[in-house]
């Protein structure tokens, strides 16, 4: 499966705890038979969540080393681009050709970027928040994993 992670699914598996193993054991995300991708976006995001965070040398270790499994990809891409601009009109309830049936969203500009991402490459998207609900089926692929579940 092709699948693209967002950035609080890395920071949780920079933890190496339970979670992360009960998570891996359920969805499998690190089986040899997924191709695993990030936008370059999670880059920049990580790398300001490990300052901000004051993430410890053992855990950036550990993110590095998963970094290393996962191919990156650019957003410097036209198709991608315009996707973009598609997914946050559409949020806001003001994409000419789609009508909506929720509020308007207001989607962090970096989760634009990864659910763009994963829209023009067709990948699914494994995550721990609801921010990209509202465009599941309809632009993306989404799995969601509710973390709350492994912290009982």
Do not use: C, P
């Not at 993430?55 to 996707?83: F, H, P, Q, W, Y």
């Not at 994409?95 to 909506?100: A, F, T």
């Amino acid at each position: 499966m092709d699948i693209i992670l967002d950035t609080n699914l890395l920071l949780i598996y920079s933890r190496g705890t339970e979670v992360s193993e009960q998570i891996e054991k359920e969805y499998e995300i690190f089986k040899d038979q997924n191709r695993l991708m990030i936008s370059v976006v999670t880059l920049g995001e990580l790398n300001a969540l490990t300052k901000k965070l004051g993430i410890g040398d053992s855990r950036k270790k550990r993110l590095e080393k998963t970094l290393e499994r996962i191919a990156k990809i650019n957003v410097n891409i036209k198709e991608v681009i315009d996707r973009y601009g598609d997914i946050d009109a559409y949020s806001q309830g003001k994409l000419s050709n789609k009508k909506v049936e929720f509020s308007s969203r207001n989607m962090g500009k970096n989760d634009i970027w990864i659910a763009a991402t994963a829209s023009v490459y067709k990948l699914k998207l494994y995550t721990t928040d609801k921010d990209f609900d509202h465009l599941a089926g309809e632009f993306i692929d989404l799995e969601f994993i509710d973390i709350e579940k492994y912290r009982r």
